[in-house]
């Protein structure tokens, strides 16, 4: 994808910032979840696919620009009816260019109906040297609903030589009443960065949560703990540094830092295929997208 004029060497903050809009509404008409979507400037998504059957919408997020720089603003909203189930990932990483300008902002903001299903599975986000960025995500759940998601911050770019020597990303993490994470990262902040209680000098930090609108039996509340942890176990190189708990009976998150992004890519997906099978009974498909 090509990105935005001057992107690849911002930093002026002259260019006036894009808005992208974005608003997918999922509804369940007999065994088929369908979707209608309404876009406003350089964001938007592919054809619906249905790998797995008609009661699962697979959907890729695109955004042409390739990245956000000063002023940037990318707006999701994804709400989900009653009964559908929708997964959702990217073609590659957000970008979160160097600037001097206003902060580049991304924003999702999912509603689950009763009985809905969301996976958001978005590859990672980058914060360049010198970014100024917002990330931000949101959601709601009536009872009965459920969300398997993740997110993955990768600071700077350390083998192409670019480390994240300044610049700054704020990162919020949102269930209304139940789950409300606020994260600020400074790169002067090196207390943060380097200390063992801290990020201990990794630049891959990812968190994978399972939320659900009715609180989950005990059984299987464990269940996917102990999943969650066998999968840690079958990827040595990262288990000493990744962690699962119970934050809510509504509420499972887990946790890894690392020095690369494809480790930790692997083991989120496998602990996502073992909570959909125990979760829901499903296999884990992976989208498209991963495999080209």
Not at 45 to 66: D, F, K, S, T
Not at 70 to 77: F, S
Not at 168 to 196: C, K
Request: with cysteine; charged share 20%; proline share 7%.
């Amino acid at each position: 994808m090509s990105a935005k004029p001057g992107a690849d060497e911002p930093g002026s903050g002259a260019t006036p910032g894009w808005r992208g809009r974005l608003a997918i509404d999922y509804r369940r008409d007999g065994e088929r979840t369908l979707s209608h979507d309404v876009h406003e400037g350089p964001l938007r998504v592919l054809q619906r696919l249905y790998p797995e059957g008609p009661g699962i919408c697979h959907h890729v997020l695109v955004h042409p620009p390739g990245g956000l720089v000063a002023g940037d603003e990318l707006d999701v909203t994804v709400q989900l009816a009653p009964g559908s189930h929708a997964v959702l990932t990217t073609p590659g990483a957000t970008r979160f260019y160097r600037s001097t300008g206003a902060p580049a902002i991304q924003q999702v903001t999912a509603r689950l109906a009763e009985g809905a299903r969301l996976e958001w599975l978005p590859l990672e986000t980058i914060a360049y040297r010198g970014c100024q960025a917002h990330n931000r995500l949101r959601f709601e759940l009536a009872p009965g609903a459920q969300l398997l998601g993740w997110d993955m911050i990768a600071l700077g770019l350390p083998a192409a030589g670019e480390p994240f020597d300044s610049g700054l990303i704020e990162q919020r993490l949102e269930w209304p009443g139940v789950w409300l994470e606020r994260g600020r990262i400074a790169a002067a902040d090196t207390a943060l960065l380097q200390s063992p209680l801290g990020l201990a000098g990794h630049g891959v930090l990812a968190t994978l949560w399972w939320a659900s609108g009715s609180p989950m039996s005990t059984a299987q509340r464990d269940a996917l703990l102990d999943s969650a942890r066998a999968c840690f176990a079958e990827h040595p190189a990262l288990a000493g540094h990744a962690g699962v708990s119970a934050l809510d009976a509504r509420l499972i998150v887990a946790r890894v830092l690392a020095h690369r992004v494809e480790p930790v890519f692997a083991l989120w997906r496998a602990v996502r295929e073992q909570w959909r099978a125990l979760g829901w009974g499903l296999v884990g498909e992976a989208p498209r997208i991963w495999r080209t």
